[in-house]
């Protein structure tokens, strides 16, 4: 009954809908329109506050015994200072504030107002009577700390600050702390995300998106300048955010100050005078009417539309969702669209940024890139190196470039490692790398199932598109002062920023859509081939326009290097196949006697998809016909979630599934043959390295094998058809003498062309011209 009843309601506002979109945008249309032609954008004269003294703002409305518990520890606080003051604005109480007050705290200023003017109206009320630059608010259930001051009048240390923000806290420790201070806010397609976070690792000044209304410090100037807290987000809720947003657009800077500390008792008085469904109205209503406001890219004002009609028809159906608008929330935005054309054209005239610009500047990352001054050429590089997957131990090929790379790294820059893991235990894994670097931190991806369906980014993308990875992203750039992000594999891509100090460099493990697109000529269901097909697609166009991003890209060979210039020519000047696909040589011993005989060693992760279809097609295709000839041959696999046994057709005798082994020299030393029968993907196959490393003779498909040679016989035998590769593996059992040559040579170029150590001593070299290029430039 409930459920028609709320159909019913909303039935008349749902016809309407159509109408208060369209009318909304062309309204904003016209604005935007006559803002161009008769429109003038106001001048910026900044100015560096005072800040020996400040003044503390709190509105209050019928609080008197939150006063009476919160008020001595402001009046404590701010002692310190003769010019201090502490001013409460009375929004017409009914309770008798204004006079307890007066006769409890003589040296508070009491402004009394004949109606309650909400929290905005009361707030703006003390600014413009505070005699101080920077001017405190509070709420009125608020608790400081005694030293809670001084760290915020730290903040303001040059003329472009806006505000700084406490630390909130709440008095009960088992309360979840919803508020802390440290806010973000981004655009979430179409919609305004907004939250606070909870961050152990920012101990001392950080940005934030905007400053809390009720716990943070002002340039009373600047907060007047952007004129105050606008009435058209009565009566409560986001007033702040406004602020925030029209600030960073503005050029000025907010802080979250987490030295100042302050306690929220949560006491007040919405929850108490309103109804949920009330107050989740006007929420929804303002977070229309901000972007209405402040959104001044058509782009996104469209999305915008389209994606809050959708919500508010989806909750007509569904029912009401915080996570979205609905029609009574519309409704009430549509009344203000007046007030709304009103503001938005003040807040054109205010803005010196573009809306994107002005949601980067708050992360950590855009704000070291944007605000702080950088040397071309640094003494000492610090380097940010992300990865999506463990580097330790280095059990697969990625992870053996990886760890290479980052022990040579650390040794040679400060190194700042951020890796995705998939289980807790795996931080202890990574013991030893992270007493190298500088910094390590690690993220447990959760195991949450995305849906994809429709999506035009690749599933390997999505997969790792997370937010707290984003952030630590930008808390190591910012906190860390990062020269180089060192970005690993296609998917973390999507992590480059478009920055002017910072160098974004991609090593393309292998190139993602060529890899899909090799898997498609594999035999395969229809259904999953139409799957793949697409996903084919969304890698194509995902890859070549974040490669477009990068200032440098590695890649594992020649080949892949072409592969993608034939694609994209003009990015040769910053494409090296020289720099990353290698190994630490030294760490490796050659072994050329005392192999097992007949015995042929398939190495790899079987979580990588051309791993699995290898060993299929060797199980399947080749083996049968080597053990035709060799009864006793033994296929044995080594590595991390091998397939199981009754997957493989082959006697028992002639398989021995090892499974994932601490020490891969081991196996390297003991077998008598590699195979490598892959048949798709991409880049340089580790496994090679370390066999050519290790002196074991080499079979390989010439995919296998591709950026390493493409001559049968040079350092490794090459074979695609199936009888061929039995032949060669057979020839190898029956005359492994006959290899040595071959051995030899696989080993000097190894040792040459791919020792890990030597190509990073390039890779820091080539780091460093490209951040002077990018300084310089």
Not at 380 to 394: E, N
Not at 598 to 607: C, I, K
Request: overall charge neutral.
């Amino acid at each position: 009954m409930n459920t028609v009843l709320r159909l019913l309601k909303g039935f008349p506002l749902l016809l309407l809908s159509p109408f208060m979109v369209l009318t909304a945008g062309l309204a904003l249309a016209l604005t935007d329109g006559f803002f161009t032609i008769f429109g003038r954008k106001r001048a910026r004269k900044d100015t560096r506050p005072n800040t020996a003294s400040a003044s503390v703002v709190i509105p209050n409305w019928n609080g008197r015994d939150l006063m009476e518990k919160y008020l001595p520890s402001v009046v404590k606080a701010l002692s310190g200072h003769p010019a201090n003051e502490v001013i409460v604005v009375d929004n017409g109480s009914t309770d008798g504030s204004a006079d307890f007050l007066r006769q409890n705290f003589p040296t508070v200023r009491v402004i009394a107002l004949p109606v309650n003017l909400g929290f905005g109206g009361g707030s703006n009320t003390g600014f413009r009577q505070a005699k101080n630059d920077i001017v405190v608010l509070l709420n009125s259930d608020m608790r400081v700390a005694e030293d809670f001051l001084q760290p915020l009048l730290d903040g303001f240390h040059d003329e472009s600050v806006f505000a700084v923000s406490c630390q909130i806290f709440f008095s009960d420790p088992n309360k979840v702390r919803q508020e802390t201070g440290l806010t973000q806010c981004w655009w979430d397609n179409g919609r305004l995300g907004a939250r606070h976070r909870i961050d152990d690792e920012i101990t001392d000044i950080y940005p934030c998106f905007y400053p809390g209304g009720g716990s943070s410090a002002f340039d009373r100037r600047k907060f007047l300048e952007l004129g105050a807290f606008d009435h058209l987000l009565r009566p409560f809720y986001l007033e702040d955010t406004d602020l925030g947003m029209l600030a960073w657009k503005r050029g000025w800077k907010s802080y979250y100050q987490p030295r100042s500390h302050v306690w929220h008792e949560h006491r007040g008085t919405i929850g108490r005078t309103h109804s949920p469904d009330y107050i989740q109205n006007i929420v929804q209503k303002n977070f229309l009417l901000f972007l209405w406001k402040n959104t001044h890219e058509w782009n996104r004002l469209a999305m915008h539309f389209l994606r809050g009609w959708a919500d508010a028809f989806f909750s007509y159906l569904a029912g009401p969702s915080p996570q979205r608008t609905n029609l009574f929330a519309l409704w009430r935005a549509f009344r203000q669209l007046p007030s709304a054309m009103s503001s938005r054209w003040q807040a054109r005239a205010l803005a010196t940024v573009t809306d994107t610009e002005a949601y980067r500047r708050p992360l950590g990352g855009y704000f070291h890139d944007r605000f702080r001054n950088h040397e071309p050429r640094p003494h000492q590089l610090s380097v940010l190196f992300l990865s999506p997957y463990p580097i330790c131990p280095p059990v697969h090929g990625g992870g053996v470039f990886m760890y290479g790379t980052t022990m040579a790294l650390a040794s040679r820059c400060n190194l700042h490692v951020v890796a995705v893991l998939d289980e807790d235990w795996q931080i202890e894994q990574h013991d030893r790398l992270t007493k190298a670097c500088s910094t390590a931190h690690y993220l447990v991806r959760p195991d949450v199932q995305q849906f994809g369906f429709g999506a035009i980014s690749p599933h390997a993308v999505r997969e790792f598109a997370n937010a707290d990875l984003e952030w630590m992203i930008h808390r190591t750039i910012y906190l860390q002062r990062v020269d180089v992000l060192q970005l690993e594999y296609t998917n973390m891509g999507q992590y480059a920023g478009d920055y002017r100090n910072v160098v974004n460099a991609l090593f393309e493990h292998d190139v993602y859509f060529q890899s899909i697109g090799r898997g498609l000529r594999q035999p395969g269901a229809p259904l999953r081939k139409a799957s793949a097909f697409f996903e084919y697609l969304r890698s194509l166009r995902f890859e070549l326009n974040m490669l477009e991003r990068m200032d440098h890209i590695q890649v594992c060979s020649t080949e892949n290097r072409n592969y993608l210039l034939s694609f994209l020519p003009a990015l040769a000047p910053r494409m090296d196949a020289t720099l990353r696909a290698g190994i630490d040589t030294a760490s490796y011993t050659r072994y050329t006697e005392g192999r097992e005989p007949f015995t042929m060693l398939f190495l790899g992760s079987f979580r990588h998809t051309p791993n699995q279809e290898a060993l299929d097609w060797f199980a399947k295709q080749v083996l049968p016909r080597v053990v035709e000839r060799c009864p006793q041959a033994k296929l044995v696999i080594v590595g991390s979630d091998p397939p199981p046994r009754h997957s493989l057709p082959a006697n028992d005798a002639n398989i021995e599934i090892r499974g994932f082994v601490e020490d891969v020299h081991e196996p390297l030393r003991r077998y008598a043959v590699f195979v490598c029968p892959i048949l798709s993907g991409s880049g340089v196959r580790v496994k090679l390295l370390e066999a050519f490393c290790a002196g074991i003779p080499v079979v390989s498909t010439v995919i296998g094998a591709e950026g390493l040679t493409e001559q049968d016989g040079e350092v490794c035998y090459l074979a695609d058809h199936p009888q061929l590769f039995a032949d060669r593996i057979l020839h190898l059992f029956e005359q492994p003498q006959a290899a040595a040559l071959m051995v030899q040579k696989a080993y000097d170029y190894v040792t040459a062309e791919r020792d890990i150590v030597r190509m990073t001593d390039r890779l820091v070299t080539e780091y460093r011209r490209l951040l002077a290029a990018k300084r310089e430039g």
